[in-house]
């Protein structure tokens, strides 16, 4: 196992637990991919490439007319030089030109896995964690080298794949695009599945034949956006939860990203994911490196469950860092659907008494506590409190709320600038504008230039003063509006198509320094909800808020696409009232109550407003969470019924040593003549024997999970039912 180097013949096998991949250079040049897949113990190259003389197809060699770049499965492709599919990178040179050429130069291997400069990525703790090879290519005429990263989670089957650019050479290099990683797959029995959305209808999955061609998702918004994921998979036909052959791939960004699939004529498809080229290019000055965000690949023929335990466990133990990656969260309440904009400390004092009654952890103030700032059109940027809804300040209302026994998180929205702010009037030229074209707003509002240091620097300050001055243990760190006039007035004009990546650079940058300042404070990014929920984020904030959209409802799907990749732990879910203030619809509190418990729980509604038997369901809700919290945050998820195929949806988590399991289960409609369902559950041990929680009934875990348990003929829509089991010991 491990990374496994062929020095004669200049063959890679990354060989993990059960997966194996494998590169060869081939005529002392190219890096050919030469196989991704289930493991096999050692290659011996039975898959050879066959070379002929393809029409159409050029030939770098001129006495070989069967060696085309065109046909050959590489590594990090590039243009110009006979492989007309997509390529990895393409760089202009001061003559104009775009055609490079790099070769093989050299490997480098070691144990470990070391950091991105600048850029979130996975880690390791112990450097016997992961195996990295370097594979250094160079365009000797340039000076130009490109190295190639992969690292190995031997135990975990995953490789990350990231490249830096480093320019040796004496002219400039206008850089137009770095993917982070190219694979080519030699055939084409796939279907592609992405994530789509939109505001308040995050993460739902796609899933569709590939055809010839290219099919892309994309953002070209500044942020991973909720329309289009960072995330692609390959999957074999009749590829499902359980088994089939799954190639995942997700990117380590938060900004604008490509992620493309390409069949050509011969029926290869080609995979490429990283930095969308749209609107982009770098200049490379000579002494200079470029480093490209991460890819994480994962590869299972266990099906897309077990893809999602793959980044489930990688993401909780090797992505989100600090003091609450291993730490239960807390239960919280948010004011936000309970009040909007109107609130004083009286409001809140009554919310937050209420919400100790219930058992809740965490008071969190939202929107609307600081400047002058009752709507949305003002105020963003002055992070100061607002003295006439908190004229005691934010001290005396955070120790108000910690005198009842809970703790105090804050909203802000660092990012953004309201035209009706101080910060704006003194500085009119800090947000991201093109000069001499007027503004577009989006909710009002503009956003910052985080691409310039004394931006950056004044946030940092000005979020820091806040923190440090009263007793603040979480903050929501909201971001509600995408780039537009995207242009830095710090940057020279041949730099403008650098802005938004230098913004994510930026904004990596003030992340880090702040949750560093303030390691005891639980961070929890949003954009609107899931706008830029993705593995970039996660890095820095352990935790993200799903969606604006709380009805429990929608959230069975936002919440089962959001677990493609992420696990539930990352995904905040709150209990809101009915009507739901997003979609109008009447569910149960009951219902509302499991389907936010299947994540990171948490309310977001004016306690003071329910009734005395409501608020002892909420009360009973809570002491169940709390029993139930290390499983669901730490447990292993699975998914039974998926809520995009009809009419139901089903999962049930596992404890890591399988002496614990909760299931749920939803009906969205009822039916006229419906079938009887039965929930057979997953990934219990097949030899114990459990106790359900609730009726004392003992099952095998094998029963539980081969036959199952028979659902009751309900007549009512939107119905939810739970089960919790223990291992029985006799
Ligand atoms: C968008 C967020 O998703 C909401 O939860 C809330 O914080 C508002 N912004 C406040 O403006």
Redesign the pocket.
Known sequence: MGINIDEEQLLFHLQGKKTSYVMQVTRDAYLVHLYWGKRVHTYRGSNKIIFMDRVFSPNPDPLDRTFSLDTLPQEYPAYGRGDFRVPAYEIQLDNGSTVTDLRYKKYRMYKGKPKLKGLPSTYVEDENEAETLEIIMEDKLLGLTVTLSYSLYEDRDVITRSVQFANRGSQNLKMLRTLSASVDFRDDEYELITLHGAHGNEKNIVRREIVPGIQMVDSCRGASSPQQAPFLALVRKGTDEDQGEVYAFNLVYSGNFTAQVQVDQYRNTRVSMGINPFDFSWLLEPGETFQTPEVVMVYTDKGLGDMSRIYHELYSERLSRGLFRDKVRPILINN?EATYFDFNAEKIEQIAKEAKQVGVELFVL??GWFGKRDD?SSSLGDWVVNQRKLPNGLVDLANRVRNLGMEFGL?FEPEMVSIDSDLYRSHPDWCLHVPDRPYTLGRNQLVLDFSRQEVCDYIVKGVSDILSSAPITYV?W?M?RHMTDVGSIALQPERQRETAHRYILGLYKVMEEITTKFPDILFES?S??GGRFDAGMLYYMPQT?TS?NTDAISRLKIQYGTSLVYPPITMGAHVSSVPNHQVGRITSLETRGYVAMSGNLGYELDLTKLTLEEKEVVKQQIVLYKEIRPLIQFGRFYRIFNPFDGNEAAWNFVSEDQSEAAASYFKVLSEPAAPLRTIKLKGLHPDYLYQNVETEELYGGDELMNIGITLPIIKQDFVSMFWRFKKYRM
């Open positions: 936000w939202d929107d949305s909203w929501k909201d509600n949003c609107s909800g808020w604006d």
